[in-house]
C-alpha cells in the first residue's frame, strides 16, 4: 500500500437538494415509528418546525429544542435520555450544526449506553483520526437532518460537543453517526438570522480552503473544494442582497455540501479550525464566526509553503493574495474578521494559544505549528 490513499465514503444515503421539507420529510420517515424531533427555541415555535411535526404525525414521541450552540454534554445526555425514555427508532434534527451535532453524539450515547457526562467526555475520538468501515448493520436510531445553516454537519460521520464548565470541546466519531438521509430544503434556512447563516457560509468556505492549500492534496478533493469556493463566491453575496432568493440558497446549500468532501478523500484541515474549536470552546465565539476571525489569519500565515495555492484562490474572490481577499470577502458580507470585534484582547492571545494540546487539525496545518508561540503569532493576526 506505498504510496496509497483510501478514499470513504459516509454512511448516508440519500441528499434532497433543492427539495421541500413537506415532500421529502413523508418519504424518508416512512419506516419509523416513533420519531423525536430536534430543534431550538429559535424555531421551535416557528413555520419549519410546524411544518415538520405535521410530516411526522402522530409517530412523533417527543420534541427537543433545548439544544443549545456547541452541543454541551448537559443537552446532549438530556436529548440520550429522552431517546431512551421515548424508545426512538428515528430523529429528525432541524436546525443547525449544534442541533444535528448534538443529534449525532446523543445517538452515540444510546448506542454505547453512556448516561453520564465523564463516559461521553471519555468516549472521544483523538482529532485527525479517520472513521471506522461503516460494512454490516446499522444501529437504531438514525438520523435524518434538515439544516437551516451552512455549516455541514450533516455529511459528517464526527461530532462536536463542549464541556461548557472547562471549556473544553470534543470529537465523537463513528461511521454510523452521518445521518442516514439529508433534506436540503432552501426555505429551511429563511427563519435563519443573516449572520448566522451567512457566517455559516464562511465556515463552508473554510472547509473547501483549507482543504484547497493543503499540502496533501488529491484530484477528488480539489475537485468539489475549487467548485464549492465558486459556488459560495456567488452564492453568498446573492443571499446578503436578496434574503428572498431561494436560488441563491440552493446554491450555497450545495457548495456546502461539495465543501466537505474532500474530507472523505483523507484531505485535512489546519489550524483555522483548530482555533475555531478553541475560540468556541474557551469564549464561546460561534462556528461560522470563528471562520470568520481566522480564516484570513492562518492563510496569511500559511502563506511562504502554499502561496501557490493561495493565488488560485485569491482570484476566485477578487484579489491576488488569499487572506486579503477573504477578509475583504467576510467584509462585504457585513460580518467580523477581527477578534477585538468579539471583545477579544491582546492579553488574552497567550492563554488561548496554551489550550491546544498538540492535536489535530492544528497538527496537520500546512505550515506546521510546534508551539503554543506558533499559534499566538496567528491569532495577533487576527486583533
Known sequence: ??????????????????????????????????????????????????????????????????????????????????????????????????????????????????????????????????????DGAAPSPRIVAVPTTLSAAEFAPNAGYTDIAAGRKYRALDPWMVPRAVILDPAATLETPAELLLSSGIRALDHAAERWCS??????????????????????????????????????????????????????VGASHGLGYILGAARGVPHGITSCLMLHAVMRWN????????????????GEEAGAAIEAFVRGLGLPTRLSERGITAAEIPGLAARWTGDAPIATNPRPIRTAADLEAILALAL
Open 303 to 318: 502563506a511562504p509553503v502554499n502561496e501557490h495555492r493561495q493565488r488560485d484562490l485569491a482570484h476566485l474572490f477578487g
Open 1 to 134: 500500500m506505498s504510496g496509497a490513499s483510501l478514499h470513504q465514503w459516509p454512511a448516508q444515503g440519500r441528499v434532497y437538494h433543492g427539495a421541500a421539507l413537506a415532500e421529502a420529510l413523508p418519504r424518508e420517515t416512512a419506516d419509523a415509528a416513533r420519531i423525536v424531533l430536534v430543534t431550538t427555541r429559535s424555531l421551535a415555535h416557528g413555520a419549519l418546525v410546524a411544518s415538520a411535526k405535521a410530516a411526522i404525525g402522530e409517530r412523533l414521541v417527543g420534541v427537543f429544542a433545548a439544544m443549545r450552540a456547541h452541543s454541551p454534554v448537559e443537552d446532549v445526555l438530556a436529548l440520550a435520555a429522552l431517546m431512551r425514555e421515548q424508545e426512538a427508532d428515528l430523529i429528525v434534527a432541524l436546525g443547525g450544526g449544534s442541533v444535528i451535532d448534538g443529534s449525532k453524539v446523543a445517538c452515540l450515547a444510546v448506542w454505547r449506553g453512556i448516561t453520564e457526562a465523564g463516559s461521553l467526555i471519555g468516549a472521544a475520538a483523538s482529532r485527525g483520526a479517520a472513521p471506522a468501515f461503516w
Open 215 to 268: 499540502t496533501q492534496p488529491r484530484a477528488f478533493s480539489d475537485a468539489v473544494s475549487r467548485q464549492a469556493m465558486v459556488m459560495l463566491a456567488e452564492g453568498l453575496p446573492r443571499v446578503k442582497r436578496h434574503p428572498e432568493d431561494l436560488a441563491a440558497r440552493t446554491l450555497c446549500q450545495e457548495a456546502m455540501w461539495l465543501s466537505v468532501m474532500g474530507g472523505w478523500a483523507g484531505v485535512p
